[in-house]
């Protein structure tokens, strides 16, 4: 009597077949087609000269590329390498003149060890990578918000130097001189037969520029001539600061922390934001909240389109 024989499983780009038992995990057609482009433009940030990506921006290209649950992010090790408070110190503005009281500034640095899987359409491990990264928190007023950065700057840090190996959407070409043209163009394991016949997916998202994760600004602080602090020995700049750090985000608790600066008469006290121009108190938190109102008026406005 004749035995069936089932057919060997394919292992075309288009993804898997209904005999995927002993198929090796491959990318499919589009994510290919994604993946060999140059990145747009307007997802490249530049800090201090250098071009870079946003930590959200990769997360959602990772999204975009490999669906909902179609990757993993795990924390292999988050290490403490540095916790520092230095009392007495002081802000200092643009003119170089003290201002607030003496308070203690905590500088905080992590280490972090990741890996990042990524899986087929079927759920089929197709790679993963590791990769380190440290992350610091300079001259923070609260030692809470300087760990809470430092940790995450050093996760952000670690899951994107993995990604880079994902090629130019994750940043790859950015290490050319910051060249935003694509770098990887052929890859022998995926030749053009497998992809150049898919039709970019539709619809191709619009994107506008992408912009820094919201967060406060770190403040210059250098060590100061004694002074006296406040009647009631409280430092409430550097409290409303810290307050402001945990919720930036959020427009109306800023709108609160606003209240108390003029209750307390610190809201017109200067700031010096990291690209050294000053404002007052007030003034930075009054651009967030617009800031805040804009983009949820933006928001409502795409979910109505």
Not at 167 to 191: E, I, K, T
Not at 239 to 253: P, V, Y
Request: hydrophobic share 35%; proline share 6%; with cysteine.
């Amino acid at each position: 009597m004749a035995q069936a024989i089932e057919a060997p499983a394919g292992t075309m780009a288009e993804g898997p077949t209904s005999h995927t038992q002993n198929q090796v995990a491959r990318l499919t057609a589009p994510q290919l087609r994604l993946l060999h482009g140059g990145i747009n433009p307007n997802r490249v940030q530049n800090l201090r000269g250098l071009a870079h990506l946003e930590a959200w921006d990769v997360r959602r290209q990772l999204i975009r590329i490999f669906g909902f649950g179609g990757f993993s992010i795990e924390t292999l090790s988050l290490d403490l390498v540095h916790n520092h408070g230095q009392e007495g110190f002081r802000r200092k503005n643009k003119q170089g003149e003290y201002y607030g009281d003496p308070f203690t500034a905590w500088t905080v640095v992590y280490r972090a060890q990741v890996r990042l899987t990524i899986y087929d359409t079927s759920g089929r491990e197709i790679s993963h990578w590791e990769d380190g990264a440290a992350g610091d928190a300079v001259n923070q007023p609260s030692v809470g918000d300087a760990h809470d950065m430092a940790m995450k700057t050093s996760l952000s840090q670690a899951v994107k130097r993995c990604a880079t190996n994902l090629g130019d959407q994750f940043g790859l070409s950015l290490y050319n001189d910051g060249s935003r043209d694509a770098v990887v163009q052929f890859s022998a394991a995926h030749p053009p037969s497998e992809w150049q016949r898919q039709a970019a997916p539709e619809p191709v998202p619009v994107d506008p520029p992408v912009k820094p994760e919201p967060q406060a600004p770190s403040v210059d602080v250098e060590e100061p001539p004694a002074q006296a602090a406040h009647a009631d020995g409280v430092d409430h700049l550097a409290r409303l600061q810290g307050q402001a750090s945990s919720c930036w985000g959020n427009s109306d608790a800023l709108g609160q922390i606003v209240l108390d600066a003029e209750k307390h008469g610190v809201a017109e006290a200067e700031v010096t934001l990291r690209d050294q121009s000053v404002v007052t108190f007030r003034e930075l938190l009054n651009n967030q909240i617009s800031r805040l109102g804009q983009q949820a008026q933006d928001n409502g406005e795409r979910g109505a389109a």
